[in-house]
């Protein structure tokens, strides 16, 4: 099909997103991350490549981390996605946050919401895992202001105090 | 009043603490506001037909297609914006003899790079204008392209501009001394060929503009991601023919920069030029293909650097050759003349030794155009030096340690004038090497390197020593004709509550200007540093200045910070005195409340004195001065910049069968003065190393013969990730300017400025044992397995 087509094509999907529903009608090519930013005002997701590279876009739907790039949304009638500001209002991701905000692993903000993604995947599997498999996990998500370093501290920070909290 | 800076228990201590930056909370939570986040009521979406040749003539545009598409507004071609548009020459009359040719926002007759603009198609969505522009129809004859900077002044090479007579651009021979005496009688000579890949900054959110034009203001408004509000505004002002005052530039977040974004683009002055026309708001978002192939590159050398030494390996003399390709215009406005100009300036700078010359020419191709990028020109001469240095130890036989020693400027040699003319305030080189050698304790990294090796594991150790230029007077730019501020001010205002506001000329790219600023200004008036809320990025509102370049933000933007909050300090007390009946100087401002300076016992708080000030000025003595707002301004006068200084040590193994390169840890030491706030210099330095790993060993733009980028995305394209990087230890001497009070110098360029320098020499350390030495970035397996001559082919 060719781009036009596509686009012409509309699909009707209903999800929640950040725990409320949403129905919408859609272009059939229209990526999910596109759908967050510029149909419900979501711009907390971030789109650095749109090829499923640099992980900016890193979301999570029906329980997963997906690249928001890349999930088409007309596959997501009934499905469950979760943004950083879906997240922030829970609370479920304030741990990282505030290690984060603590240890400056951060400096634009650009990758920040796609890392916390990434990382609380981490963090729920438990235990304690080694500097080196942190930097292992954390290796799909481009970072090209801090370095990686403080990122990694924040994030042992947080499966270090929550083991030790068990 | 002075600043007890020694003492630690101070009241309002806010300088030199490691408070966490106000912004990133917000940041954490996805409530950034970039530009692509930004929506305007009626706002369309532009994208670019681009070149898909390196140099071809524009035949015939065909737009009629586009034109018709679903959702397109309206397509404009190069020829459709000179009327709305003059175009630009990159030149500064400091560089002398430079030249450049007109550069159009859109190509006009020829296309001279892969990417450069030839077409813009408006439409109703960013898809619809991507498919828009896919419909532009554009016939080229395509003409040879310059691609080899090496033959770029052969007679037999086409004119990139015919007018400029040939392919230079620039050059410049700085020398001091007999050079060739010094180098025919000297015991050692070595000499080397340096190559330092073209790369660029992938900055992970692309360029950026949403451009507003009001027919009844005749205002241009401009949400940029950018690094120098004021210097766009010049920019837009003067090309498109509007007075400065009526093109306001507003710069919220910004998704990095790194010196990517402080350069004028065709594609986003073009996006202004189309507003001002079709009066609606028009955004341009880059993709990342377009990204790679008009972002500015950086760093595409070749050097050949030579140096004598004595017998006991004394520095004697160094001579330098450096040739660079630009692409095909001087990139605007600063030019791409001065990351050549900074290897002449900057090679042998931590050196104390009085004889050199050296060389840069700096010429046209049909590449991508480079320009200034995080630490110009540094990691080349710094790798360049410290290559040199080395190899001159080996040579004598010297441990590289022992050979800096010996010829590293002295602490006390200070002012110090270096062989090719900078001047430096006061350096610590000493210092600094002899802190590192005992935080990575060299010597037992020594010894492992010895016993691994004797299992065949190799491991090397690279240092590099390095200087910083930062604070930049106006003799970086502004001398040339630049309407570039080296100066930057500060606005600091109380308000009623009590609570401050600062308003600010440089910007917040992420590095923490403006949680400096806040620390600053909480310390200078005497409140809590979370009752202090920083405005930085709006032409309209902020002091002019000159944003975030050359590492200036914290000496030049914190220094006017700190003087201006000083004052607004002085009003409060003059004012606190007549409502107390107390010598102003008997007072003090302390978390926020006016106290006797003598005991600290709390006298009001400062909401009570903005209450009466802003309420019940009838209440005080007529002639008193209530001004609750103090703005000062700083700039540099007695040196041209202020240099800090610093050495790395990278830590490393080659794995000598595949060719990899496993970093195991780098260190740092660097000066910059007084710190502000040790864990946001500490992770500019961290982050700024990354850079230049980045550059020693990954990414390269890499071209075919036709001036085709081949690499042009993020999955062929490598950057440092994760998984691949070291730890690193930061480590601090702090030397502060004598030109300001607050003393501090930039830290946000010293990490990318040492890293390559030391990952190259780390590499050749552990390949010394085979005879292998590797002078070509980036360092990647394929060019350690030639080296080692695993490869031949
Ligand atoms: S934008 Fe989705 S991975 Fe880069
Ligand atoms: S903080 Fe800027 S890209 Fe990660």
Redesign the interface.
């Given at each position: 099909m060719n781009?036009?087509g596509m686009?012409r094509r509309q699909v009707e999907v209903a999800l929640t997103v950040n725990g409320e529903p949403v129905e919408a009608r859609v272009?059939a090519?229209k990526h999910l991350v596109d759908f967050l930013?510029l149909d419900l005002?979501?711009?907390?997701?971030?789109?650095?490549?749109?090829?499923g590279?640099?992980g900016?876009c890193t979301i999570r739907v029906n329980g997963e981390i997906v690249r928001g790039c890349l999930v088409l949304t007309a596959q997501l009638d009934g499905a469950e996605v979760w943004?950083?500001?879906g997240v922030?209002e829970t609370g479920e991701m304030r741990a990282l946050?505030d290690a984060?905000?603590?240890r400056?692993a951060?400096?634009?903000?650009?990758?920040?919401?796609g890392m916390?993604f990434a990382a609380a995947e981490l963090v729920e599997r438990g235990g304690r895992p080694s500097?080196?498999e942190?930097?292992?996990h954390?290796?799909g998500?481009?970072?090209?202001?801090?370095?990686?370093?403080?990122?990694?501290d924040a994030i042992e920070q947080v499966t270090s105090d929550q083991e030790g909290a068990r | 009043m002075r600043l007890d800076w020694g003492n630690p228990d101070r009241p309002n201590s806010y300088i030199g603490r490691s408070v966490p930056r106000p912004n990133a909370a917000r940041l954490v939570e996805g409530r950034g506001r970039y530009v692509d986040d930004i929506v305007l009521p009626r706002m369309l979406h532009v994208a670019f037909v681009r070149s898909p040749h390196a140099h071809a003539r524009i035949l015939r545009i065909a737009t009629d297609e586009a034109q018709s598409a679903k959702g397109v507004r309206r397509v404009f071609t190069g020829a459709d914006l000179c009327d709305v548009c003059s175009p630009w020459v990159a030149v500064l009359a400091h560089l002398k003899g430079i030249k450049s040719a007109p550069q159009h926002p859109i190509a006009v007759e020829r296309a001279t790079w892969t990417g450069e603009p030839v077409a813009a198609v408006v439409a109703e969505t960013r898809a619809a204008a991507e498919d828009g522009a896919a419909l532009v129809d554009v016939d080229y004859e395509v003409l040879p392209a310059v691609v080899d900077m090496e033959t770029a002044l052969d007679p037999a090479t086409p004119l990139i501009h015919p007018d400029l007579g040939d392919n230079l651009t620039f050059q410049r021979l700085h020398e001091k001394g007999d050079v060739d005496a010094i180098f025919s009688a000297a015991s050692h000579v070595v000499e080397a060929t340096f190559r330092t890949g073209r790369h660029t900054g992938v900055c992970l959110e692309p360029r950026s503009i949403l451009a507003e034009w009001n027919p009844g203001e005749r205002q241009l408004t401009v949400y940029h991601s950018t690094q120098a509000p004021h210097m766009m505004q010049s920019v837009l002002a003067k090309h498109l023919d509007l007075p400065e005052s009526r093109v306001r530039v507003i710069c919220g977040d910004v998704g990095g920069s790194y010196g990517i974004k402080v350069h004028v683009y065709p594609d986003e002055v073009a996006t202004a030029a189309i507003a001002r026309v079709m009066g609606r708001p028009i955004k341009f978002i880059a993709d990342r293909t377009e990204s790679f192939a008009t972002d500015i590159h950086a760093r595409d050398h070749r050097i050949t650097g030579r140096i004598a030494v004595d017998e006991n390996g004394k520095i004697l003399a160094i001579d330098i050759d450096d040739l660079t390709g630009i692409g095909p215009y001087s990139v605007y406005p600063r030019t791409s003349a001065i990351e050549g100009n900074q290897v002449v300036n900057l090679c042998g700078g931590p050196y104390d030794f009085q004889t050199y010359r050296a060389q840069t020419t700096v010429v046209l191709q049909n590449k991508t155009p480079t320009c200034q990028y995080r630490a110009v020109g540094h990691p080349i001469a710094c790798a360049v030096t410290e290559g040199l240095v080395d190899m001159a130890a080996e040579k004598v036989g010297l441990d590289p340690v022992e050979m800096r020693r010996r010829n590293l400027i002295a602490d006390d040699a200070y002012p110090y004038t270096s062989a090719a003319g900078m001047k430096f305030e006061a350096l610590s080189h000493h210092r600094s090497l002899e802190k590192l050698v005992a935080l990575m304790d060299y010597k037992g990294l020594r010894a492992e390197q010895a016993q691994l090796r004797e299992r065949g594991v190799y491991r090397g150790i690279g240092i590099a020593s390095f200087i910083e230029l930062t604070n930049p007077s106006p003799f970086m730019y502004g001398i040339g004709g630049a309407r570039i501020s080296a100066q930057d001010g500060c606005t600091v205002r109380m308000d009623p509550d009590g609570s401050v506001v600062a308003l600010s000329g440089v910007t917040e790219q992420g590095q923490g200007t403006e949680a400096i600023l806040a620390q600053i200004v909480a310390e200078a008036v005497g409140v809590e540093v979370g009752e202090v809320r920083i405005i930085t990025g709006d032409t309209q509102t902020t002091p002019y200045g000159g944003g975030t370049w050359a590492s200036r933000g914290a000496g030049i933007g914190g220094e006017a910070a700190l003087q201006a909050g000083l004052a607004l300090r002085a009003n409060i007390l003059e004012v606190a005195g007549a409502m107390l009946q107390a010598k102003a100087d008997t007072l003090d401002i302390r978390a926020g409340r006016i106290v006797d300076s003598n005991g600290g016992i709390e006298r009001m708080d400062l909401a009570e004195l903005g209450r009466i000030v802003y309420f019940r000025g009838d209440t005080l003595p007529r002639e008193l001065s209530r001004e609750m707002v103090a703005t000062r301004h700083y700039i540099t006068s007695e040196y041209a910049f202020a240099f800090t200084n610093g050495v790395q040590a990278s830590w490393l193994e080659v794995d000598v069968e595949t060719g990899f390169v496993k970093l195991l840890k780098h260190w740092c030491v660097e000066d910059c003065g007084r710190i502000i706030n040790p864990m946001l210099v500490d992770e500019q330095i961290r982050g700024g190393i990354v850079q230049g790993i980045g550059g020693a060993l990954y990414e390269e733009c890499l071209y075919d013969g036709d001036g085709q980028l081949l690499n042009a995305n993020m999955a062929d394209y490598l950057v440092p990730m994760a998984a691949e990087m070291p730890d690193m230890v930061v480590g601090h001497v702090e030397t502060p300017t004598a030109e300001s009070a607050l003393g501090a110098k930039g830290a946000g360029e010293a990490g990318t400025a040492g890293a390559p320098g030391a990952v190259m020499n780390g590499i050749n350390d552990a390949l010394r044992p085979l005879g292998a030495r590797l002078t070509e970035m980036p360092f990647t397996p394929e060019r350690v397995l030639r080296a080692l001559g695993k490869l031949t082919k």
């Open positions: 781009a036009e686009f272009d090519g930013r005002g979501l711009t907390g997701s971030h789109a650095g490549c749109e090829h590279v640099c900016a943004t950083v500001e922030s946050q984060f905000v603590q400056n951060l400096q634009c903000g650009f990758c920040t919401p916390l500097r080196e942190i930097r292992e954390m290796s998500n481009y970072c090209r202001c801090t370095g990686y370093e403080a990122i990694i | -």
